[in-house]
């Protein structure tokens, strides 16, 4: 274990987030590796993609101004389906970060069951403060680099962060263009031209059927919970709605510039104000108390953590809570943590959580739901089919149920019982290299 990690870090000495994901994966492996030394070579081979792409990106301002920012694609393993991960847009993308949630996105989607290989890409473009025809220019100009590495037996993107609907668009159309071919090269669709329904929520909703199952272990459930949330997108506000569906509340939430606090809970007419806000106004949440003044607001995000609650989901970003958040947390009688974001706490975060017996959910498994969902759209583009409501939400609580179950059983096999993180990293693992051994490694 010792020797990958230090050829990891050797390669890669500037890669923190990288090295950090590999890290801890690796060191759960530890008992599989000494037991089966078989894997070690696909242990070795894992931590290292198939492949990296980086590609200029120019294009043109309304006030006719040249930008050129940098793209990329991480395809990092195609052993059990095509290369399978989310296009992020912000200004702190870069290689490092895309080969973490790379790496992390392998063995998120063999949890899944579904056959999908993992890969990550985007760009250090911010759409924030962009109209929306600089957005569809700079799209179709990624979507013209891009094209030629995707397809839908090869690569599938999807959204991320920055990238929602408007840019999964323009950048469909783009490669429509391209390639002439109307295929399912790209998941999050709009449902007119190939979506799935579901898809918006997956991640939320998967996120909370794992943490309900994490609270059955304990004979408990979300009813009558105060919930603490972080973020205010896609996944924080279909969390929310599910854990009101299962009769939890939800306190918080927070954007880059602080928090809001609502003991009073965020209900239904509130969250659909907040999602109105974040994606129709792309406002700030600060906003929430104007709307609903018995609400705090509070600058800055660190301090969501020390509100008082029964469960927290970060759904943020990473490393959003650190070792003194968790302290905070516990102190306050947490008694579950599922992450939303991908790798949202510290390794410091982690062990203080799993030293106090809090239920942890770690994001490889907790946040599975959105790529399922994306998997069952990729499913019903090759079917040329459309799944209702209920059809796929029933398929995603099966899949997030059954992954609760695998990370579970995995650990237990391994003398690591109740360690979600050791068990979604043995378990998702496993099922890869069992595959790359029978396929050669190549």
């Known amino acids: 274990m010792a020797e990958i990690l230090a050829a990891v870090v050797a390669r890669d000495p500037n890669q923190p987030e990288f090295i950090q994901a590999v890290t801890e994966v690796i060191e759960s492996l530890e008992p599989v590796l000494q037991a089966h030394p078989k894997y070690l070579p696909a242990a070795r081979a894992i931590v290292e993609p198939e492949r990296v792409i980086q590609f200029r990106i120019p294009w043109i301002d309304d006030n ?7 793209g990329f694609r991480t395809q990092f393993n195609q052993a059990i389906g095509p290369f399978k991960g989310g ?7 870069n290689l490092s970060i895309l080969k973490f949630l790379g790496f992390e996105q392998v063995l998120k989607n063999s949890l899944t069951g579904l056959p999908m290989g993992g890969g990550k890409g985007g760009a250090d473009f911010d ?9 569809v220019r700079f799209c179709q100009s990624f979507m013209i680099q891009l094209f030629r590495h995707i397809g839908q037996f090869t690569d599938v993107p999807a959204g991320d962060i920055g990238v929602g609907g408007r840019e999964i668009g323009a950048m469909f159309g783009m490669h429509k263009k391209l390639t002439n071919e109307f295929t399912g090269i790209l ?6 031209w190939g979506g799935s329904l579901i898809r918006p929520e997956a991640t939320g ?25 972080s973020g205010s997108g ?11 569906d299962l009769g939890g509340k939800c306190i918080t939430m927070s954007d880059s510039s602080g928090y809001i606090t609502d003991m009073d809970g965020i209900d239904r007419e509130k969250l659909a104000y907040i999602i109105d806000l974040k994606t129709v106004q792309r406002g700030r949440i600060s906003e929430y108390t104007k709307k609903f003044p018995k609400a705090k607001y509070t600058a800055g995000c660190e301090g969501v953590w020390s509100v008082k609650a029964d469960v927290a989901l970060p759904c943020a970003t990473q490393n959003e809570m650190d070792g003194e958040a968790a302290k905070k947390l516990t102190a306050n009688g947490v008694i579950a943590v599922g992450e939303g974001a991908n790798m949202p706490c510290t390794p410091e975060a982690v062990t203080h959580l799993q030293s106090k017996k809090v239920l942890f959910g770690p994001g490889k498994a907790t946040n599975a739901g959105g790529v399922a969902v994306s998997g069952l759209e990729m499913s019903q583009n090759s079917l040329r089919l459309a799944w209702t409501r209920e059809e796929v939400d029933g398929r995603l609580d099966t899949i997030m149920t059954d992954l609760h179950k695998k990370a579970l059983d995995a650990a237990a ?13 043995i378990a998702g693992f496993i099922k890869v290299a069992d595959a790359m051994l029978a396929q050669g490694i190549l």
Do not use: W
């Open 413 to 425: 096999k391994y003398g690591k019982e109740g360690d979600y993180v050791a068990g979604a990293n």
């Open 205 to 229: 909703y998967g996120l909370v059927y794992f943490t309900r199952e994490m609270l059955k272990t304990k004979g408990t459930d979300f009813k009558g919970k105060n919930v603490v949330l």
């Open 127 to 135: 759409p924030k403060g962009k109209s929306d025809a600089e957005v």
């Open 64 to 70: 006719g101004v040249q930008h050129v920012n940098r």
């Open 87 to 93: 296009l992020r847009f912000h200004p702190t993308v």
């Open 187 to 192: 998941t999050g669709k709009g449902l007119e």
């Open 234 to 244: 896609n996944v924080a506000t279909y969390a929310c709605e599910k854990v009101i």
